[in-house]
């Protein structure tokens, strides 16, 4: 029995996120169906995490157990001829029995992308976070510092989650622009349901000025949804890159 591991790109804007379910389009399943036609019998794969409608991703991982005789290399070919132009495998590599997509994932880097501007660029619609305000980016800068470390992230968790250890650690978190746009980067060992997107509506409310500086330190401390800023839309999200031990 070989463990794969599949490294996958995807637009998720025409999907109801990553996670099968009924009656809507997902990457899981449409990735599972194509695996199931190459191998001939039903296959299940594990995902590192579920990402919403809309969020894109440049490097989820899953993983799924076969016994077949196609060189492992040859995966990506056989399943990018079957898939809809909006996933992409781009790698497949055996790995130890025991790896698992999720169970074994240490961190997650993700990416968000803000669109500042009076005048909206379609082509960018769906990939980017439209704001025209004016914002101050070098206070939103100085607000990523409060951020880094070990911190309960309640406060930045969306409401009715039902996680009770909301305790995580953000590494890096860097904001800054490139080509029109402003790029948030959030590299941590785990995020809260709604994080990082949380975290950017918060960081563009400090740019816009209804969240001070010195008030970030209150709303992490308070663990109350309320107290943070406006959760921003998924389609500026991408979940960037899964690590695991080396």
Known sequence: MKNVKLT??????NFSGWQIQPN???????????????????IKINGSGRTDAGVHAMGQIANF???????????????????????SIREAVEVPRDFHARYNAKGKKYIYKIYNNKIRNPLLFNYTYFVTY?????KMKEATNYFIGEHNF???????SSI????????????????ELLILEAKG??????????????????????????????IIKSCKREKAG?????????????????
Do not use: W
């Open 24 to 42: 809507a389009r997902t990457v899981q399943e449409e990735i599972e169906k194509a695996l199931t036609k190459i191998m001939k019998k039903p």
């Open 154 to 160: 309640k406060s930045f968790m969306a409401s009715g």
């Open 164 to 179: 009770v250890n909301t305790v995580r650690t953000i590494h890096e978190l860097n904001l800054y622009e490139k080509d």
């Open 65 to 87: 157990y076969e016994e077949f005789t196609m060189p492992i290399e040859k995966i990506p070919i056989a399943l990018n001829a079957l898939l809809p132009q909006d996933i």
């Open 189 to 218: 060992n785990g995020f809260l349901y709604n994080m990082v997107r949380i975290i950017a509506g918060t960081l563009v409310d400090v740019g816009r000025g209804k969240i001070k500086l010195k008030d970030l330190p209150v």
């Open 8 to 13: 996958i790109q995807y637009d998720g804007t």
């Open 134 to 138: 004016d914002l101050d980016l070098e």
């Open 230 to 246: 406006h959760t921003a839309p998924p389609q500026g999200l991408y979940l960037a890159k899964v690590f695991y031990q080396s």
